[in-house]
């Protein structure tokens, strides 16, 4: 069965400096890979996803992740923190095929960011 | 243009009452999904519909049960609730049936259930 695991339940940068999340998953084959936000008191929104086209995927609000095959890794890097990053961040894969879109997510990683 | 919505915000039970969690998409999505978010363990599913008229189980769907009412609306019911099932349930919804590999899920802004 496919799983996700964050490293790091709690995170705490500076403000402008660099945010990495780290995300791993197990599975044979290369899954639909996914990072989430979920602002206090909100739902989950998307912020960008890896479908098999590029490694480097850019999403939205300046993040990105590399898609690592050999590492089995889909880690969310973002360049310089902003004090409005401070959310918590789910990492999710779906199979490749078979099934139903199912969306297996991360126990996630609560960023906060600190003047 | 809502997107997906649901009612209500939050809700206080008292163990063995029963209550339905209601969600509704406007985006003419084929595919509805019901999670549980519960601290330290993300997001897991409860019951999904691939389409109008179809339902399935997900991860987790004992005690719960779910309707499909049309292709916009898709209900979560508790019939005997408790202090269990008490969490944050967020509803979402997919452009596709079940074949729809890597589509994007698009969430609703959750219902906080609290089963005393």
């Known amino acids: 069965a496919q799983s996700v695991t964050q490293l790091g339940s709690h995170v705490s940068v500076s403000e402008g400096a660099l945010v990495l999340l780290r995300c791993n998953y197990s599975?044979?084959?290369?899954?639909?890979l996914f990072w989430y936000v979920q602002y206090p008191n909100q739902g989950l929104q998307l912020l960008l996803k890896?479908?098999?086209?590029?490694?480097l995927v850019k999403g939205i609000n300046g993040f990105e992740a590399e898609f690592k095959k050999s590492e089995t890794s889909f880690h969310l890097t973002k360049p310089s923190a902003h004090m409005s990053d401070a959310a918590e961040y789910f990492c999710a894969v779906t199979p490749f095929s078979g099934g139903y879109n199912k969306l297996i997510f991360g126990a996630g990683t609560r960023l906060a960011v600190h003047p | 243009n809502a997107g997906v919505t649901q009612t209500p915000k939050f809700q206080v039970l008292k163990t063995g009452q029963s209550m339905t969690l209601q969600c509704a998409q406007d985006?003419?999505?084929?595919?509805m999904y019901w999670y549980r978010q519960d601290p330290g363990m993300g997001l897991r599913l409860i019951y999904y519909?691939?389409?109008?008229?179809?339902?399935d189980k997900g991860e987790v769907p004992n005690g719960y049960n779910v309707s499909r009412l049309n292709k916009r609306e898709f209900s979560l019911r508790l019939e005997s609730a408790a202090p269990s099932q008490t969490s944050v349930y967020f509803c979402?919804?997919?452009?596709?049936?079940?074949?729809?590999?890597?589509?994007?899920?698009?969430f609703g802004p959750g219902t906080r259930l609290l089963v005393l």
């Open positions: 599975s044979s084959v290369p899954p639909y």
């Open positions: 985006m003419n999505h084929n595919s």
């Open positions: 519909s691939a389409s109008e008229g179809t339902t």
């Open positions: 979402a919804s997919s452009v596709g049936t079940s074949g729809g590999h890597g589509e994007t899920q698009y």
């Open positions: 890896y479908t098999s086209a590029a490694t």
